[in-house]
């Protein structure tokens, strides 16, 4: 009887677990799992091996040590085409695994809440980077899975497959060393503001998404999120709702309309051409803003990129389609204006929800990074509020 492939899971983030480990059980998987996650799984009725059923040891330090060990490690790191792997993984009574699940402690979420330093350093993870870089690193043979979007598509492969591609091993294996990478650099990040005029920093961007072109057609380009979702409105969050894909002077100019309009509290709208306001005013209504704005300056706005603060209703979205735009980004559009902006099958409509949110519940930082050839210029976002008496 042949042995059954395994899958290790051991995540923080719970979506879409159980419906993913269901369809790997089908397609004859053994699960192994730790903590929480092995709860959740032997709660909706799914068989699971406790980490330390495999390794014949118990979690040690309050949890801290709980898959390193040389029965996990020596599974996920064995190459099946070594003879001398294969006859240690006999040797030492050691199964594969063929399908590695993690993700990592929340360390980032845990110092957004303002925990203290000793509650963030115990969520800094160890055995979960450890696992995931070694089923990287083996991506030959192993599949590793760090993001819960991934899961459909690789249950669906398995299942149409018996197993995953290499050409898909090797892509999971690159967005986990980015995973990885990225939360190293959290930490990284967190110790350095502990340290004033602490010199070292770093940045590193996930989920990239390459652009059809750059700035100019000749320029490649690509588009990355940066660590967590923040508390405040963001291009790089927002809900892409419908038109073409966005290009990279698109989300220039998306980000400048956005950072005009979160200035203000009012019903306000904001018409960014070529990075530059073509015009900017407050109304009573959307639309009474967005007329107001048009008419600043009516033949540089034709094409411009509209940012609005108030969730768009029909009659914003009949002014808005008075003029010929390339992108709109607003807080919601209610079902009438989205049939009435939908007649312009080019249009990008985004959606933020938190730029509908007062201003006060906004939770903003961070840095602000221009490149120089050769180097990076770092500083605090320019934050201050203007007042009359400026």
Known sequence: MATPRRALLSVSDKTNLVPFAERLVRAGFELISTGGTARILRDAGLPVLEAEEVTGSPEILGGRVKTLHPKIHGGILARRDVDSDLEDLQKQGIHPIDLVVVNLYPFEATVAKGESFAACIEQI??????????S?????????????????????????SQGLSETTRRELARKAFSHTAAYDLAISSYLAEQEEGAPNFAVLG?????????????QTAAFYRAGERPEEPSIAWAEVLGGKALSYNNLLDLEAALAAVKEFDDCAAVIIKHNNPC????????????????????????????????????????????????????????????????????????????????RSEWKRGGKEIRSLVGGLLVQDRDLGEVTEAD
């Open 206 to 218: 996930h989920s990239g998404k390459v652009l059809r072109y750059g700035e100019n057609p000749h």
């Open 279 to 358: 015009g900017v005013a407050v109304g009573r209504t959307p639309a009474e803003a967005f007329d107001r704005a048009r008419e600043v300056d009516p033949v540089s706005a034709f094409g411009g990129i509209v940012a609005l603060n108030r969730p768009v209703d029909a009659e914003a979205a009949r002014a808005l389609t008075s003029l010929f735009l390339e992108c709109i980004i607003a807080p919601s559009y209610d079902e009438e204006a989205r049939e009435i902006l939908g007649e312009k099958k080019n249009l990008r409509l985004l959606a933020d929800p938190l730029l509908g949110r007062p």
């Open 125 to 134: 993870d160890i055995g979960g980077p450890a696992m995931i870089r070694a």
């Open 136 to 160: 990287a690193k083996n991506a030959a043979f192993v599949g590793v899975v760090v993001d819960p979007a991934d899961y459909d598509r690789v249950a669906s492969e398995i299942e149409s």
